[in-house]
C-alpha cells in the first residue's frame, strides 16, 4: 500500500508547494485545494498517480479526486505542512472569476463540502433512532427523547459548522464567525422568538426568525464580517488593534446580522421553501429525473455539493427531501450497473478487477473510482449511465420517494429511507433494481469493452527524440550530484556538440524558466519533460540562452526551442551536458535506446506506461 506521507508530499509539489495553498478542505471523496496561483496546479503530474483518480478545476477550487482513501491523505498533508485551520484576512491573490453565479456556486459547494459527514452522521443516527422505534422503543422514553436530540444537534447548530467553513473560504476569523452563528442561536433570542412579541434593538425592528438549522443566513453574515473585519484591520491603530478590531467586529456584524441580513437569508430561504413546495406538488418527477441522469456530469466539474443546500432546507422544513437522494439513489446504482457489466465483459484480469471494486464502491455510494476508472474510459458506457440513472430517477419521482436523513445514496444506506410511508423503501428497492438492471444490460449489450483511441494511446510505449546533437551519457555520469542520483526524475544526459535545444516530442510549453536556462513540457499524452541546460547554468543569468518559443505555445517533436552560445558557456567555465528527464517517472519505466551518438530526429529513450 502506498505510504500516505509520501503521496502527499508528491500531492503538494504538484500544487505548487505549501506557499501557493490558500486553503485545502476535503469533502468524501476529494481534497479541494484553494490555491493562490491555479497555473501551479499540474493536472498532469497528478494524474499520472496511482492513488488520483482525477483532477478538476471549478472555479476557485482545485480539486485531486481520490475517492474512498480521501481522509487518509488529507490526514497526512495536515500532519506534514500544518495548514492553518483559521481563516485569514484576505490577501491578494489571482483574478477571481467573473460570473456572479459560478462565484455563488463555488462558494456554495466549498463551504457545504466539509459538512457533508456531519450531515451523514445525524441522518444516520435518525435511521438508527427509527429502527429501535420499530423494535419497539417507545417514542415518549427518555431513551428515545435523548437520542432523538443527540440527531437533531447536527442540524439544529448547523449554522456553527457553516460559520467555521465560510469563515475559511471568506478568509475571516473563525471563532468571530462561530460568535455570530451563537447570536442566532442564543437561548434569549429564540424564547423571544417564541413568545412572537415585536423585538427591536434602538428602534430598529428584528423579524422573528428561528435560524436553527439555517444555512443561508449565517452564510451570509460571515460573508459581509469578511469585510468588516479588513476594515477594523485598516482603522484599528497598531497600539490598540489586539482588542480593538475585534469589537469592532463584533459590534458592527452582530446587530447588522439580526436587523438586516439575517431576516435577508430568512427571507431567500423561505422563496426557496416556496419553489421546492411548487416543484413537489405540480412536477414531483422532475428533479430526480434530472439528478438520477445528470449526477455524473455534476461530479466531473465538482458541483454535485451545490444541491445540498436545497436538500438540507427540505429536510428542515418537511422532515424528507427529494432533491439530492432519490436521484443520486439512481445515479449511483446506475454507475454500479456500468461498472459491473464491464467487469463481466472484460478479457483483461487487471481490467476486470478494476471494474468490480469500482461497482462495489459505488454500490456504497462512492462513484468517482466507477467514473474515472472505467465509465469514461469505454465507449458509450457513461451514455447508458445517464439514459439509466434518468429512467431509475423517473420511476422515484413518479412514486414520490423520499430520503428521511442524509447518507451517501447506496445499498449502505437505504435504510434513510424508511419513514412514514410504508411504500417508500419498497418504491426505494424497485429504483435500485431499475437503475442497476437498466445500466448492466444496456452497457453489456451496447458499451464498447476496448477503450477509447485516447486511452489506449496513453497505454503505448511513448518514444521521445533527441534534443541536441551530442553523446548521450547516462545520468551516473553527470558532473551533479542531484540529477545523477535521479532526484528531479530520470532520463539521459547529452554532451551537446551544437547550439540549437529542440522538442523531443509533440507538447506544450509549460513551464519556461525565466534564466532560460532550462524548460518544462507537457505531451500530447500528459507527459512532463524537463530540458535542463548546462550545470549550474542559473548563475549566468539568462547570458547565453535565447529562447524560441513562450510559455503555454504548443510545439511539435524537432521544433527548436532555445538557442544557446556554445562555445561562450564553455568559455565561462560551465559544463553545457543538457540533461532530459521525466519527473517523478521510476526508471523501469524508461527504455533508453541504445545509440550514443544522437542528433534531433534520433530516438533518445521511450517511456513504458502502465498496462
Not at 473510482?369 to 469505454?378: C, D
Request: proline share 6%; net charge positive; glycine share 8%.
Amino acid at each position: 500500500m502506498s505510504d500516505p506521507a509520501k503521496i502527499a508530499t508528491r500531492i503538494m509539489a504538484a500544487v505548487g508547494g505549501i506557499q501557493n495553498v490558500k486553503s485545502l478542505t476535503h469533502c468524501a471523496t476529494r481534497l479541494r485545494f484553494t490555491l493562490r496561483d491555479k497555473q501551479q496546479f499540474n493536472q498532469a503530474q497528478l494524474e499520472k498517480m496511482p492513488e488520483v483518480l482525477s483532477t478538476v478545476v471549478a472555479g476557485d477550487e482545485s480539486q485531486v479526486v481520490i475517492g474512498a482513501n480521501v481522509t487518509k491523505y488529507y490526514a497526512a498533508i495536515q500532519q506534514q505542512y500544518q495548514l492553518h485551520e483559521a481563516g485569514e484576512p484576505n490577501q491578494p491573490t489571482q483574478a477571481q472569476e467573473k460570473n456572479l453565479i459560478k462565484r455563488i456556486l463555488n462558494a456554495i459547494v466549498s463551504i457545504m463540502a466539509p459538512i457533508i459527514t456531519v450531515l451523514i452522521a445525524g441522518g444516520m443516527f435518525k435511521v438508527v433512532i427509527a429502527i429501535l422505534a420499530l423494535l419497539g422503543l417507545d417514542p415518549k422514553s427518555t431513551a428515545y427523547l435523548t437520542l432523538s436530540f443527540m440527531a437533531d444537534a447536527a442540524f439544529y447548530f448547523l449554522p456553527f459548522m457553516l460559520a467555521v467553513s465560510a469563515a475559511k473560504k471568506f478568509n475571516t476569523n473563525t471563532y468571530l464567525a462561530m460568535m455570530m452563528a451563537g447570536v442566532l442561536l442564543h437561548p434569549n433570542f429564540t424564547a423571544l422568538v417564541a413568545a412572537g412579541k415585536p423585538i427591536a434593538l434602538f428602534g430598529a425592528p428584528i423579524r422573528l426568525a428561528s435560524y436553527g438549522g439555517s444555512v443561508i443566513p449565517i452564510i451570509l453574515i460571515v460573508w459581509f464580517m469578511s469585510y468588516v473585519e479588513r476594515f477594523a484591520e485598516k482603522v484599528a491603530p497598531n497600539m490598540i488593534k489586539t482588542m480593538l478590531k475585534p469589537l469592532l467586529v463584533a459590534l458592527i456584524t452582530a446587530p447588522i446580522a439580526l436587523i438586516v441580513i439575517g431576516p435577508i437569508g430568512s427571507l431567500l430561504g423561505d422563496g426557496l421553501y416556496t419553489a421546492v413546495t411548487f416543484i413537489n406538488q405540480h412536477t414531483p418527477w422532475l428533479v430526480p429525473t434530472l439528478v438520477g441522469a445528470f449526477t455524473p456530469l455534476l461530479v466531473m466539474v465538482g458541483m454535485h455539493v451545490s444541491l445540498l443546500p436545497l436538500a438540507t432546507l427540505s429536510m428542515t422544513k418537511f422532515g424528507s427531501e427529494t432533491i439530492m437522494g432519490p436521484g443520486m439513489l439512481a445515479s449511483n446504482i446506475a454507475q454500479a450497473g456500468a461498472a459491473a457489466a464491464i467487469a463481466v465483459r472484460e478479457k483483461q484480469t487487471r481490467g476486470r478487477q478494476i471494474a468490480l471494486s469500482a461497482s462495489v464502491t459505488a454500490l456504497s455510494g462512492i462513484t468517482e473510482p466507477a467514473l474515472y476508472g472505467v465509465t469514461l474510459k469505454y465507449k458509450h458506457a457513461l451514455t447508458c449511465v445517464v439514459v439509466s440513472g434518468g429512467l431509475a430517477g423517473l420511476f422515484a419521482g413518479l412514486t414520490g420517494l423520499v430520503r428521511y436523513s442524509f447518507g451517501s445514496p447506496g445499498i449502505f444506506t437505504l435504510p434513510v429511507f424508511i419513514g412514514a410511508n410504508s411504500d417508500n423503501f419498497r418504491n426505494a428497492l424497485l429504483t435500485v433494481a431499475i437503475a442497476f438492471g437498466a445500466t448492466f444490460l444496456s452497457t453489456y449489450f451496447f458499451a464498447t469493452v476496448e477503450t477509447n483511441a485516447s486511452t489506449s494511446a496513453k497505454t503505448q510505449p511513448q518514444p521521445f527524440q533527441s534534443v541536441v546533437a551530442g553523446e548521450m551519457i547516462p545520468l551516473a555520469r553527470v558532473q551533479d550530484e542531484v540529477f545523477a542520483a535521479g532526484t528531479l526524475g530520470h532520463g539521459v544526459a547529452i554532451i551537446p556538440e551544437s547550439g540549437t535545444i529542440v522538442a523531443p516530442a509533440d507538447a506544450t510549453v509549460s513551464m519556461l524558466y525565466p534564466t532560460n536556462h532550462a524548460i518544462g513540457l507537457t505531451t500530447t499524452s500528459g507527459q512532463e519533460v524537463l530540458i535542463h541546460i548546462g550545470i549550474d547554468t542559473v548563475r549566468l543569468d539568462g547570458r547565453f540562452f535565447k529562447p524560441l518559443v513562450s510559455q503555454g505555445e504548443s510545439v511539435k517533436v524537432s521544433q527548436p526551442l532555445i538557442k544557446i552560445d556554445l562555445p561562450l558557456i564553455e568559455k565561462s567555465g560551465f559544463d553545457p551536458t543538457v540533461i532530459v528527464l521525466l519527473p517523478n517517472t521510476p526508471p523501469e519505466r524508461i527504455e533508453v535506446h541504445e545509440k550514443t551518438s544522437v542528433r534531433p530526429g534520433d530516438k533518445l529513450f521511450s517511456f513504458i506506461p502502465e498496462a
